[in-house]
Nanobody, 126 residues
Framework: QVQLVESGGGSVQTGGSLKLSCAASEYRYGRCMGWFRQAPGKEREGVAAIRTGTGYTSYADSVKGRFAISQDNGKNAVYLQMNSLKPEDTAMYYC????????????????????WGQGTQVTVSS
């Protein structure tokens, strides 16, 4: 079982930037790691995912061109750089992981992920 700890959330104004970090308790090549978010009263949705090692990335349409997911395998960490933030990006952001053999791109569908962090709050004001 892997433990995940998110950090880097905060409050910014529209157009601002934040970088979220997810520290994993262990590294495993080929694992899918993703960022998800949940706003009050809404379902949890996928934001971005990455395959550790190969670096294949996937993004939700709503964040393409604004957010970038990356990895630092030496630090067992995954990051989410968020630029051009909008009020609709306000949510609790979660890091999640799942061992998914086979290579290729990872899904951003929340039910496919097994391990979850506690979340970090991102608030974007207009």
């Amino acid at each position: 079982q892997v433990q995940l700890v998110e950090s880097g959330g905060g409050s910014v104004q529209t157009g601002g930037s934040l970088k979220l970090s997810c520290a994993a308790s262990e590294y495993r090549y080929g694992r899918c790691m993703g960022w998800f978010r949940q706003a009050p009263g809404k379902e949890r949705e996928g934001v971005a995912a990455i395959r550790t090692g190969t670096g294949y990335t996937s993004y939700a349409d709503s964040v393409k061109g604004r957010f970038a997911i990356s990895q630092d395998n030496g630090k067992n960490a995954v990051y989410l750089q968020m630029n051009s933030l909008k009020p609709e990006d306000t949510a609790m952001y979660y890091c999640a992981a799942v061992p998914l053999p086979g290579g290729g791109f990872c899904s951003t569908d929340p039910p496919q992920y097994k391990y979850w962090g506690q979340g970090t709050q991102v608030t974007v004001s207009s």
